[in-house]
């Protein structure tokens, strides 16, 4: 849903199949979808994402070679859930055991601290929504 009433309907597309996009997500997270009223230097690598809304959400992928880990901090008051579409991943906290999670799985992380995504024997492909708890 978006914040308020009345918005003016905003449309956004991403071409995922570019070599660009892809190169992009390879080992690295790569920001798909976020707030349009978001500051840009607040986002990953300080650049607004390719498909904004009006959501206080932010919505990444990456897909991961074995071996291979990406963080993101999650700031105190917010939340990500992490889908684990391909593959095995692995996530971890600063504090906690590991969390595996084969394909189709999922997981709710809130706190505050940085979240880390591993693939473990083989690749991963994964996607990340972070929003304010609630």
Known sequence: MPRERGLEPQYG????????????????????????????????????????????????????DPGNT????????????????EGMAELSENKGAPLALARHEAARVTGDGDLH???GKEPAHVLLLEMKRG
């Open 70 to 85: 990406v963080s993101l901090s999650i700031s105190k008051g917010r939340q990500a859930y992490v889908v684990c579409a």
């Open 13 to 64: 597309g991403y071409d995922g199949t570019r070599t660009e996009s892809k190169v992009a997500r390879k080992n690295r997270l790569q920001h798909l979808v976020g707030d349009r009223r978001a500051d840009p230097s607040t986002c990953v690598e300080g650049n607004a994402p390719p498909v904004l809304i009006e959501q206080d959400c932010n919505i990444h992928v990456t897909e991961l």
């Open 117 to 119: 995504i591993s693939a």
